[in-house]
């Protein structure tokens, strides 16, 4: 990657100044982690494979060459952190769009585009004594091969839609520089972000699975709550409840979506 023409074309100065670029690594979130301590605010770590990407849950992310993989690093504890999965979906829908590429979000961040998984988000924390580090780690599948049948079901790659597709460094700088304009709404317009959201929330008003290792229930999502949790109704017993993201993962009545 020219990671020169990213830095070029993106607009805030601080993001600009702290990104490190490895042909390979075991994975960005993981770099930034073991490293937070030395990275300056607003760090970007970008990789051009990873060897042991990683997604939610403990599941492997499948990092070969031609998608996107990079971490960024919020040192500066942001207000109202628990939106930043949700914060970090939007940047990438209004990057995208950006390209014409129109995706729709499946709560609370997994990016989706023809039905299918386009990319993740996967965030964390570092807690120390006198700080709390968030490490935002953002996977997408722009040119990427996807090797196995069972895997292209469930997945997608941009490459397979567009022809004429955006190089893969200003869709990078494009994602960064949505992403830093949403940090500046997170702080004083929360609800402006959750509007955003809502909009193009792919499970809103469905019926879905809700699955733990306990089985399956199928709900109706009737919200996304201000503190970004997802309001929704057992379709058994009627009873409303809200579910936190990581407590199960969420499918279609018929597939994916
Ligand atoms: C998911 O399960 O949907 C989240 C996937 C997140 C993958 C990205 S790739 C860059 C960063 N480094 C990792 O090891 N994971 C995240």
């Known amino acids: 990657m020219d990671i020169n023409l990213t830095k070029e074309n993106i607009n805030d100065a601080n993001f600009k100044s702290s990104i490190i670029y490895y042909e390979k690594i075991d994975s960005t979130n993981t770099y930034c982690k073991n490293n937070y301590s030395k990275l300056a605010d607003k760090s970007i770590v970008i990789a051009k494979t990873q060897t042991n990407g990683r997604g939610k849950n403990t599941r492997v992310w499948f990092s ?17 952190a628990n939106l930043l999965p949700l914060l970090t979906s939007i940047a990438i829908y209004n990057a995208l769009k950006e390209f014409n590429i129109n995706i729709k ?13 386009l990319g993740g988000i ?4 570092k807690i120390s ?14 040119r990427s091969t996807l090797p196995s049948l069972d895997i292209k079901d469930k997945f997608t790659s941009l490459n397979q839609f ?41 499970i809103l008003n469905k019926e879905v699975f809700l699955n733990s290792e ?19 109704k ?22 994916y979506i």
Do not use: Q
Not at 122 to 125: A, F, H, T
């Open 122 to 125: 996967l965030v964390e924390s």
């Open 105 to 117: 979000i499946k709560w609370p961040n997994d990016i989706i585009f023809d039905n299918k998984k």
């Open 162 to 202: 567009t022809k004429n597709l955006a190089c893969t460094e200003l869709i990078l700088a494009s994602i960064i520089n949505s992403f830093s304009d949403l940090l500046k709404i997170l702080d004083s317009n929360p609800s402006e972000l959750l509007s955003l959201y809502r909009l193009n929330c792919i």
């Open 234 to 255: 057992d379709l058994e017993s009627d009873t409303i409840f809200d579910i936190y993201s990581g407590e199960f993962s969420i499918t279609g009545l018929e597939n």
């Open 64 to 80: 070969p060459d031609g998608g996107l993989y990079f971490s960024i690093l919020l040192k500066d504890k942001p207000k109202n």
């Open 129 to 142: 004594a006198t700080s709390k580090t968030y490490i935002i780690g953002i996977g997408l599948n722009i």
């Open 214 to 232: 306990k089985g399956s229930k199928k709900v109706f999502v009737l919200d996304i709550n201000n503190d970004g949790s997802l309001k929704v």
